[in-house]
T-cell receptor
Framework: NAGVMQNPRHLVRRRGQEARLRCSPMKGHSHVYWYRQLPEEGLKFMVY????????ESGMPKERFSAEFPKEGPSILRIQQVVRGDSAAYFCASSPGLSGHEQYFGPGTRLTVT | GDSVTQMEGPVTLSEEAFLTINCTYTATGYPSLFWYVQYPGEGLQLLLKATKADDKGSNKGFEATYRKETTSFHLEKGSVQVSDSAVYFCALSEGEYGNKLVFGAGTILRVKS
C-alpha cells in the first residue's frame, strides 16, 4: 500500500510566479491536511479538506493561497504570486476518517522562491 | 490558541545513553498528545500517542506519559542507538474534530557510536 505521495519534492519559483503542490493520499483515505514548515520552526496547520469540501482553512493565509481536493485526482495547494517568505517545506497528510485517526504524512515539497 | 514547547536541540548522545526530550503544552481542552519522528529526507511518522491523562504511549523502546498536572509529555528511551538519530516533534490535537495538529519546533537528536 503506497504511502502519501507528494510532488514535486523540490520546486524553485521566481518571485511573482505560481506554485502548485500536489498530494495523493493513501489509498482509502478521504481526508487531507496541509502543513507548512518554515525554517527553524515546527509544522503549522494550514487547511483540512475532504473530497470536494474545505472543512477547516483557519491556517491559510488570506491572500494568494488556495487548496482543493477534487472528486478525482490529487489535492492541490496553489500559491499565486509567490514571495520569498513563501519558501518553506509543505507537508501533506491524510487520514481515513473524521476524528481520532492517525495522520500519515508525505515526504514534503520544498519550495524555494528566488 | 493551543501551543507546544519542546526542548531545543541538537541533543547529542553516545550510543546506549538514556534519552529525555522535554515537551510541555498549553491547551484549553483535553487534547490527544503525540510524538512524531522525521528521518532525513522523509515525512513525519507517528512514534507514539496518548489520548487521556495518565496514559502511557510506547513504541520501539520509546515511551511518554500524559501528565495533566504538569501539562507535559516527555519522551524517554532507556538506551539509544545510532539509528534513532532524527528530528522528534511533540504535537497535540485541537479543533472541533481533533484533527488539527499543533507541533512543537522539533528537537534534533544525534547519536554517536
Amino acid at each position: 500500500n503506497a504511502g502519501v505521495m507528494q510532488n514535486p519534492r523540490h520546486l524553485v519559483r521566481r518571485r511573482g510566479q505560481e506554485a502548485r503542490l500536489r498530494c495523493s493520499p493513501m489509498k482509502g483515505h478521504s481526508h487531507v491536511y496541509w502543513y507548512r514548515q518554515l525554517p527553524e520552526e515546527g509544522l503549522k496547520f494550514m487547511v483540512y479538506l475532504q473530497k470536494e469540501n474545505i472543512i477547516d482553512e483557519s491556517g491559510m493565509p488570506k491572500e494568494r493561497f488556495s487548496a482543493e481536493f477534487p472528486k478525482e485526482g490529487p489535492s492541490i495547494l496553489r500559491i499565486q504570486q509567490v514571495v520569498r517568505g513563501d519558501s518553506a517545506a509543505y507537508f501533506c497528510a491524510s487520514s481515513p476518517g473524521l476524528s481520532g485517526h492517525e495522520q500519515y504524512f508525505g515526504p514534503g515539497t520544498r519550495l524555494t522562491v528566488t | 490558541g493551543d501551543s507546544v514547547t519542546q526542548m531545543e536541540g541538537p541533543v547529542t548522545l553516545s550510543e546506549e545513553a538514556f534519552l529525555t526530550i522535554n515537551c510541555t503544552y498549553t491547551a484549553t481542552g483535553y487534547p490527544s498528545l503525540f510524538w512524531y519522528v522525521q528521518y532525513p529526507g522523509e515525512g513525519l511518522q507517528l512514534l507514539l500517542k496518548a489520548t487521556k491523562a495518565d496514559d502511557k504511549g510506547s513504541n520501539k523502546g520509546f515511551e511518554a506519559t500524559y501528565r495533566k498536572e504538569t501539562t507535559s509529555f516527555h519522551l524517554e528511551k532507556g538506551s539509544v542507538q545510532v539509528s534513532d538519530s532524527a528530528v522528534y516533534f511533540c504535537a497535540l490535537s485541537e479543533g472541533e474534530y481533533g484533527n488539527k495538529l499543533v507541533f512543537g519546533a522539533g528537537t534534533i537528536l544525534r547519536v554517536k557510536s
